[in-house]
């Protein structure tokens, strides 16, 4: 079935940065796309960036230019390098196994003006 286990959330100042990883066992990693999402108070859960098995990525309109993720097949690693954060990237944040049910158990990420 598989887990994923997020780290690496916290607070942050406005234009600060942060990095976020998440820990993948139990599932072929090499084989599934990687997804991070948020969520914020009050919002539904939004996809913000997502990779390929091979390592191709795509972000959502709101975090291109500042956010890169990446993954690591040996680790079975997926990681979230986010600069410049603002304020409404405020979320918890999710690991998934893209398209699926596969969820981490999310990290909260708080950035203060």
């Known amino acids: 079935q598989g887990q994923l286990v997020e780290s690496g959330g916290g607070l942050v100042q406005s234009g600060g940065s942060l990095r976020l990883s998440c820990a993948a066992s139990?599932?072929?990693?090499?084989?599934?796309?990687m997804a991070w999402y948020r969520q914020a108070p009050g919002k539904q859960r939004e996809l913000v960036a997502r990779?390929?098995?091979?390592?191709?990525?795509d972000y959502a309109d709101s975090v291109k230019g500042r956010f890169t993720i990446s993954r690591d097949n040996a680790r079975n690693t997926v990681r979230l390098e986010m600069n410049s954060l603002k304020p409404d990237d405020t979320a918890v944040y999710y690991c998934?196994?893209?398209?699926?049910?596969?969820w981490g158990q999310g990290t909260q990420v708080t950035v203060s003006s």
């Open positions: 998934n196994r893209y398209l699926t049910t596969l």
């Open positions: 139990g599932i072929m990693f090499r084989s599934y796309a």
């Open positions: 990779i390929s098995g091979t390592g191709r990525p």
